[in-house]
């Protein structure tokens, strides 16, 4: 029976939101599940994000607590030109997916660690997740399941799962060549500080009045400029975002390097003193950050061996769909993968795989992109409910769950 095959022996590079993911996910399959992250983990990972409806339903699924997230309600944005003026409200259609918002604002570091907690507690389904820092791959054998460490050390594994970001190994080991992620000719200025600023500053009602969500300011103009301006951790920190087009040869430039106020003022002057208030507020450092996103990959999947999250389908924060696209696809990888799943019926679930998830982690990889370089689609999500249906309603579990019924289960 099917029941008797020994649980998979599973690796998951990378210790990022997807690695973490695809750790929980496989993990509460009953498998051994061992993450491998060249990092020591002792910095606060990114600033705020938005965990929409679609990634809220896995982690519902997974038993997440709401509170650990101290997210903030996501109901939709407010919109204003940058010369100041009444904001536009665009309050998303969330009505039919059943979670009561279309999402949370949180900080990356909080969503991080509650995927920690679930892959590592000893009290979730499944054999604990064993975590190891400061273990870099340097190769991988994709057929095989091969690991080769930088300390020399080699694990064999029965899948490995390539979540190592934008920057993968994993990824040219995939695909027998080396795919960078492109320079988008923009970057983004990335602070946070706190709220109890907002205190001492006046016309301020703006910002606190009003739907819960987000501020978007942005620069009627074709040269891009936007401001993202969300509260979090319970609305005691204000999470600034400030994308802008980038004249410099990003090739020759780190990918993040930090920013004195002066230079972001400098970068958004123009943009209404009320706006700029923002900017002032930001606690050091300033960091900016290139946009890069991934072309498309012909191949997500070689063997034993599949990619996840940045390192499958990089793309900007223009849809605020990362994270959620890293969940689905670790969701969906440990759907396909249930305990009894044997050695050699792997390189057939990794199709299955790619088929489900493909397509849209592309979708979005492009649009992201689009929303951000093409005039005309700048803020296309926020206005478009088809757009916010496809996205919100989405629910990567049944699908899988409904696939492996008719392709699998019979087996």
Same mark, same amino acid.
């Given at each position: 029976?099917?029941?008797?095959?020994?649980?998979?022996?599973?690796?998951?590079?990378?210790?990022?939101?997807?690695?973490?993911?695809?750790?929980?996910?496989?993990?509460?399959?009953?498998?051994?599940?061992?993450?491998?992250?060249?990092?020591?983990?002792?910095?606060?990972?990114? !600033?705020?994000?938005?965990?929409?409806?679609?990634?809220?339903?896995?982690?519902?699924?997974?038993?997440?607590?709401?509170?650990?997230?101290?997210?903030?309600?996501?109901?939709?944005?407010?919109?204003?030109?940058?010369?100041?003026?009444?904001?536009s409200v665009h309050a998303w259609d969330f009505a039919k997916n059943n979670m009561?918002?279309?999402? #949370?604002?949180?900080?990356?570091?909080?969503?991080?660690?509650?995927?920690?907690?679930?892959?590592?507690?000893?009290?979730?389904?499944?054999?604990?997740?064993?975590?190891?820092?400061?273990?870099?791959?340097?190769?991988?054998?994709?057929?095989?399941?091969?690991?080769?460490?930088?300390?020399?050390?080699?694990?064999?594994?029965?899948?490995?799962?390539?979540?190592?970001?934008?920057?993968?190994?994993?990824?040219?080991?995939?695909?027998?060549?080396?795919?960078?992620?492109?320079?988008?000719?923009?970057?983004?200025?990335?602070?946070?500080?706190?709220?109890?600023?907002?205190?001492?500053?006046?016309?301020?009602? #703006?910002?606190?009045?009003?739907?819960?969500?987000?501020?978007?300011?942005?620069?009627?103009?074709?040269?891009?400029?936007?401001?993202?301006?969300?509260?979090?951790?319970?609305?005691?920190?204000?999470?600034?975002?400030?994308?802008?087009?980038?004249?410099?040869?990003?090739?020759?430039?780190?990918?993040?390097?930090?920013?004195?106020?002066?230079?972001?003022?400098?970068?958004?002057?123009?943009?209404?003193?009320?706006?700029?208030?923002?900017?002032?507020?930001?606690?050091?450092?300033?960091?900016?950050?290139?946009?890069?996103?991934?072309?498309?990959?012909?191949? #997500?999947?070689?063997?034993?061996?599949?990619?996840?999250?940045?390192?499958?389908?990089?793309?900007?924060?223009?849809?605020?769909?990362? !994270?959620?696209?890293?969940?689905?696809?670790?969701?969906?990888?440990?759907?396909?993968?249930?305990?009894?799943?044997?050695?050699?019926?792997?390189?057939?679930?990794?199709?299955?795989?790619?088929?489900?998830?493909?397509?849209?982690?592309?979708?979005?990889?492009?649009?992201?992109?689009?929303?951000?370089?093409?005039?005309?689609?700048?803020?296309?999500?926020?206005?478009?409910?088809?757009?916010?249906?496809?996205?919100?309603?989405?629910?990567?579990?049944?699908?899988?769950?409904?696939?492996?019924?008719?392709?699998?289960?019979?087996?």
């Open positions: 029976m099917a029941e008797e095959s020994p649980p998979l022996r599973i690796f998951v590079v990378g210790a990022g939101l997807g690695g973490l993911a695809a750790a929980v996910s496989l993990r509460r399959q009953g498998h051994h599940v061992e993450v491998l992250e060249s990092s020591l983990m002792n910095k606060e990972i990114g !600033a705020a994000i938005t965990v929409q409806a679609n990634a809220m339903r896995v982690l519902e699924h997974w038993g997440y607590e709401k509170d650990n997230l101290q997210g903030v309600d996501f109901f939709g944005t407010v919109r204003f030109k940058s010369v100041g003026g009444e904001g009561g918002r279309a999402g #949370w604002v949180c900080l990356r570091a909080d969503l991080h660690d509650e995927l920690k907690r679930l892959a590592i507690g000893v009290n979730g389904a499944g054999p604990p997740v064993r975590l190891h820092l400061g273990h870099e791959v340097v190769s991988c054998d994709p057929v095989e399941g091969k690991l080769t460490l930088k300390n020399g050390e080699v694990h064999q594994a029965d899948l490995v799962v390539g979540a190592d970001g934008i920057h993968s190994v994993i990824r040219t080991c995939v695909l027998g060549y080396e795919q960078k992620a492109l320079p988008s000719g923009m970057s983004t200025y990335r602070c946070l500080f706190n709220a109890a600023k907002l205190e001492e500053l006046s016309d301020m009602e #703006w910002f606190s009045e009003g739907i819960s969500g987000a501020r978007v300011v942005l620069a009627h103009e074709e040269r891009f400029r936007m401001l993202f301006l969300t509260p979090c951790r319970r609305g005691k920190i204000i999470n600034v975002v400030a994308h802008h087009v980038d004249d410099r040869d990003q090739d020759t430039h780190a990918w993040n390097e930090t920013a004195s106020v002066e230079e972001v003022l400098d970068e958004f002057k123009g943009f209404h003193p009320r706006y700029l208030k923002f900017l002032e507020q930001g606690e050091q450092p300033i960091l900016r950050w290139q946009l890069r996103a991934l072309p498309l990959l012909p191949t #997500w999947v070689n063997g034993r061996t599949s990619l996840l999250g940045d390192a499958a389908h990089a793309t900007l924060p223009t849809l605020g769909q990362g !994270a959620g696209m890293a969940l689905e696809d670790a969701a969906t990888i440990g759907c396909l993968l249930p305990l009894g799943t044997k050695r050699d019926d792997i390189p057939a679930r990794l199709e299955a795989y790619q088929e489900l998830r493909k397509s849209r982690g592309e979708f979005v990889n492009r649009e992201s992109l689009e929303q951000a370089t093409t005039p005309s689609k700048r803020g296309l999500y926020a206005r478009s409910k088809e757009m916010q249906t496809y996205m919100l309603d989405f629910d990567a579990i049944e699908t899988t769950q409904n696939y492996y019924k008719d392709h699998f289960a019979a087996a």
